[in-house]
RNA sequence: GGAGAGAUGGCCGAGUAGGUCGAAGGCGCUCGCCUGCUAAGCGAGUAUACUGGGAAACCGGUAUCGAGGGUUCGAAUCCCUCUCUCUCCGCCA
């Protein structure tokens, strides 16, 4: 969420930065709602004061007798508050569902473009495998060694559902752990095993609601979301809370499944386990001091790619344009990684800063030192990585001619000492 | 699932025959004084949000005693609903 305050007196410039992501910016009518809301809070709050005043009044009268006229005044100021009050409230809404469908504002950073084909590369790290043979991708490899079962998927669950059977569902618990074990014991990050589902505050703090239910699964019963990330989990640990400027910054990490819906990707990466409605995911968060958030952004990319770097993938960092950039972003870094099967680059983890935008919706704040004023901190995360989709890399990267896959080295304590799938 | 108890400021904890309670007291913290150092002691201060004024320092208003609603001139205190926590019973990995 965007602050009220500053859109109020930066308009022009917050609608002109919010079209360089595209699509229609209309803040026409946060003026007009802002303007009542403090018309009305004005009038309430007047009579309000003069409500206390007089009752305070009424309060030291000994003889009620003498002050039947205030009452009588009284009654009547109190149905006019309650009509204000009524009338604020309204606005209040209004205005409130109004910002919580503004997107963040692009950080300068943050290169303008319109689609994903404006986005920019950064750098590329690691060498393409040669193959004398034609790589086969993912889903082919993954059925010939009985590993990944598509049909039981499908069967037990729907479309878009996997089984991991035997040593496929090792290689995906033996990633999980391997990425645990680094950003906890050489990046120092704080292990989290938060709930999987979450309620509408927690979602709403961190954007994915109002403005996105369609893409998540919510129980039956009860008002409990399936998480679509471990973000959501773990940055609502801190909400409404103050923070000690000491402890900062803080870092988590932590493993969860994550669920969504993929409601509007109907017939897109149908085959193999690129766009599933529940994969597996490592997830890192910070909570960072404004002046040390882009800083902290490259850190953390950083983090993300030594996971890459170990397991010896190759892949490419991108810069997101304005115009692909998520909602309650500020600047994302995607990872995308090589997969020779289908012969191009994947989103493997999205790494964003989101300044403030989060921190204000779920009200995270901190506190340099004691005596000085609460502010918001910025929060950071991205996926450290993207579990099945780093399975899938390593099937199809790792190929060899005849189906094996060979394991990485790294890779090779968490498997029983296994080197080679097949 | 059934029965009961509770939710107050950074923490602990008063306050329920409605008013002078943003809220006693203690702890913690900050500043000052005192002391050869430390400890102790003394004094002052110590929430947040919104809003009006001001260049700012700051000054004023309103709200907040789990959340929402009601009664009343006036609610931490009375009534209703909800949420959460604790205890006991049941059930269960």
């Given at each position: 969420?965007?602050?009220?305050?500053?859109?109020?007196?930066?308009?022009?410039?917050?609608?002109?930065?919010?079209?360089?992501?595209?699509?229609?910016?209309?803040?026409?009518?946060?003026?007009?709602?802002?303007?009542?809301?403090?018309?009305?809070?004005?009038?309430?709050?007047?009579?309000?004061?003069?409500?206390?005043?007089?009752?305070?009044?009424?309060?030291?009268?000994?003889?009620?007798?003498?002050?039947?006229?205030?009452?009588?005044?009284?009654?009547?100021?109190?149905?006019?508050?309650?009509?204000?009050?009524?009338?604020?409230?309204?606005?209040?809404?209004?205005?409130?569902?109004?910002?919580?469908?503004?997107?963040?504002?692009?950080?300068?950073?943050?290169?303008?473009?319109?689609?994903?084909?404006?986005?920019?590369e950064v750098r590329v790290w690691g060498e393409r495998p040669v193959f004398d043979f034609t790589p086969k991708?993912h889903?082919?490899?993954?059925?010939?060694?009985?590993?990944?079962?598509?049909?039981?998927?499908?069967?037990?669950?729907?479309?878009?559902?996997?089984?991991?059977?035997?040593?496929?569902?090792?290689?995906?618990?033996?990633?999980?752990?391997?990425?645990?074990?680094?950003?906890?014991?050489?990046?120092?990050?704080?292990?989290?095993?938060?709930?999987?589902?979450?309620?509408?505050?927690?979602?709403?703090?961190?954007?994915?609601?109002?403005?996105?239910?369609?893409?998540?699964?919510?129980?039956?019963?009860?008002?409990?979301?399936?998480?679509?990330?471990?973000?959501?989990?773990?940055?609502?640990?801190?909400?409404?809370?103050?923070?000690?400027?000491?402890?900062?910054?803080?870092?988590?990490?932590?493993?969860?499944?994550?669920?969504?819906?993929?409601?509007?990707?109907?017939?897109?990466?149908?085959?193999?386990?690129?766009?599933?409605?529940?994969?597996?995911?490592?997830?890192?968060?910070?909570?960072?001091?404004?002046?040390?958030?882009?800083?902290?952004?490259?850190?953390?990319?950083a983090?993300a790619e030594e996971v890459l770097r170990q397991l010896r993938l190759p892949y490419r960092v991108v810069?997101?344009?304005?115009?692909?950039?998520?909602?309650?972003?500020?600047?994302?870094?995607?990872i995308e990684v090589w997969l020779p099967g289908q012969d191009t680059y994947r989103?493997i983890?999205?790494?964003?800063?989101?300044?403030?935008?989060?921190?204000?919706?779920?009200?995270?704040?901190?506190?340099?030192?004691?005596?000085?004023?609460?502010?918001?901190?910025?929060?950071?995360?991205?996926?450290?990585l993207?579990?099945?989709r780093t399975?899938v890399a390593i099937l199809e990267n790792c190929q060899r001619s005849?189906?094996?896959v060979v394991i990485p080295e790294v890779l090779?304590?968490?498997?029983?000492?296994?080197?080679?799938?097949?």
């Amino acid at each position: 969420m965007l602050d009220a305050r500053f859109i109020r007196d930066n308009l022009a410039d917050v609608e002109a930065r919010l079209k360089t992501r595209g699509g229609d910016v209309d803040l026409g009518g946060f003026r007009e709602l802002d303007a009542r809301r403090r018309d009305l809070l004005q009038q309430s709050e007047t009579l309000k004061a003069l409500r206390n005043k007089v009752s305070d009044e009424i309060s030291r009268t000994k003889d009620k007798s003498q002050v039947q006229g205030q009452i009588a005044e009284m009654r009547e100021v109190s149905q006019r508050i309650k009509a204000l009050d009524e009338d604020l409230r309204i606005v209040e809404e209004e205005l409130e569902r109004l910002l919580l469908t503004v997107p963040n504002i692009p950080s300068p950073a943050t290169p303008v473009g319109t689609s994903e084909a404006d986005n920019v590369e950064v750098r590329v790290w690691g060498e393409r495998p040669v193959f004398d043979f034609t790589p086969k991708p993912h889903w082919e490899i993954g059925e010939a060694l009985g590993i990944l079962d598509f049909e039981c998927g499908a069967k037990l669950a729907g479309a878009r559902f996997t089984l991991y059977r035997g040593i496929g569902a090792r290689l995906e618990r033996a990633l999980i752990n391997f990425m645990l074990d680094l950003h906890t014991e050489r990046h120092k990050y704080v292990e989290m095993l938060p709930p999987f589902m979450v309620n509408r505050e927690s979602m709403t703090g961190t954007g994915q609601l109002p403005k996105f239910e369609d893409d998540l699964f919510h129980l039956e019963g009860v008002d409990y979301f399936l998480i679509p990330t471990a973000e959501v989990p773990v940055t609502n640990i801190h909400r409404g809370e103050i923070l000690r400027g000491a402890d900062l910054p803080l870092r988590y990490t932590a493993y969860t499944p994550c669920f969504r819906k993929e409601a509007g990707s109907y017939g897109k990466d149908t085959r193999g386990l690129i766009r599933q409605h529940q994969f597996n995911k490592v997830e890192l968060v910070k909570f960072v001091r404004p002046a040390d958030s882009y800083r902290e952004l490259e850190k953390l990319l950083a983090d993300a790619e030594e996971v890459l770097r170990q397991l010896r993938l190759p892949y490419r960092v991108v810069e997101l344009c304005s115009g692909d950039l998520g909602f309650s972003a500020a600047k994302t870094y995607d990872i995308e990684v090589w997969l020779p099967g289908q012969d191009t680059y994947r989103e493997i983890s999205s790494c964003s800063n989101f300044e403030d935008f989060q921190a204000r919706r779920a009200s995270i704040r901190y506190r340099e030192e004691e005596k000085t004023k609460p502010e918001f901190v910025h929060t950071l995360n991205g996926s450290g990585l993207a579990v099945g989709r780093t399975l899938v890399a390593i099937l199809e990267n790792c190929q060899r001619s005849d189906g094996p896959v060979v394991i990485p080295e790294v890779l090779r304590p968490y498997m029983g000492g296994q080197e080679v799938i097949g």
